[in-house]
């Protein structure tokens, strides 16, 4: 389970949003139980064969050839995401966590204490749907929320073009 997985690899941590996987994508808060530190971690592709890792791999992953226009920039004009990664962030938007029914972008401005750090971080297709989950964020949420906002992936795939990168690079200098 997600408690057990938690409890023996970041102990420090607790889920805080859970909610049900939408067309194979996934993703929870975790809290520092001693500090106003969150994660909003995204699963990346689904590893068997199933109908999430069709989403995932298929739908998502090898989708790159039509692209989608990436509206949630501050100063970039023409940035694009591929329309695999389009496709992941809006399940991520559909998301509602169990306990509260509240989306990500709501949780986060309800249920997240001002002056709180949330480290947006995924591998693979889930550091692919980082960015644009960052960026939408950095954008959308409340200028009280939106400064203590960090993004870290791994082994992520390009989500978009170089517009989409500068835009991205502007709103996180430190992203790693």
Same mark, same amino acid.
């Given at each position: 389970?997600?408690?057990a /997985?938690l &409890?023996?690899?970041?102990? #420090?941590?607790?889920t805080?949003?859970i909610?049900? &996987?939408? $067309?194979?994508?996934y #993703?929870v808060? /975790?809290k520092?139980?001693?500090?106003n530190r969150? /994660?909003?971690?995204?699963?990346?592709?689904?590893?068997e064969?199933?109908n999430? @890792?069709?989403?995932n791999?298929i739908?998502?992953d090898?989708?790159i050839?039509?692209?989608?226009?990436?509206?949630?920039?501050?100063?970039?004009k023409?940035a694009?995401? *591929?329309n695999g !990664?389009w496709?992941g962030?809006?399940?991520l938007?559909q998301?509602?966590?169990?306990?509260? @029914?509240?989306?990500?972008?709501?949780?986060i401005?309800q249920k997240?204490?001002?002056? *709180?750090?949330?480290?947006i971080t @995924?591998?693979?297709?889930g @550091? $692919?749907l &980082?960015?644009?989950?960052a %960026?939408y964020?950095?954008k959308?949420?409340? &200028?009280?929320?939106?400064?203590?906002?960090?993004?870290?992936?791994? %082994?992520?795939?390009? /989500? %978009? $073009?170089a !517009?989409?990168?500068?835009?991205?690079?502007?709103k996180?200098p430190d992203a790693?």
């Open positions: 389970t997600l408690e /997985a &409890a023996a690899h970041a102990p #420090a941590f607790e805080v949003f909610p049900e &996987a939408v $067309n194979g994508n #993703a808060i /975790a520092d139980k001693s500090a969150y /994660a909003l971690v995204i699963r990346g592709s689904v590893m064969f199933s999430e @890792g069709f989403q791999f739908i998502q090898f989708n050839f039509r692209i989608r226009e990436w509206k949630y920039t501050d100063t970039v023409e694009y995401i *591929s !990664a496709i962030f809006q399940n938007l998301l509602k966590d169990k306990k509260t @029914g509240l989306g990500i972008k709501e949780f401005e997240l204490p001002e002056q *709180s750090t949330l480290v @995924g591998h693979s297709l @550091g $692919n &980082a960015y644009p989950m %960026g964020l950095k959308e949420l409340k &200028a009280d929320k939106n400064t203590r906002l960090q993004l870290i992936t791994f %082994g992520a795939p390009a /989500a %978009g $073009n !517009a989409f990168v500068q835009d991205m690079e502007e996180f790693e």
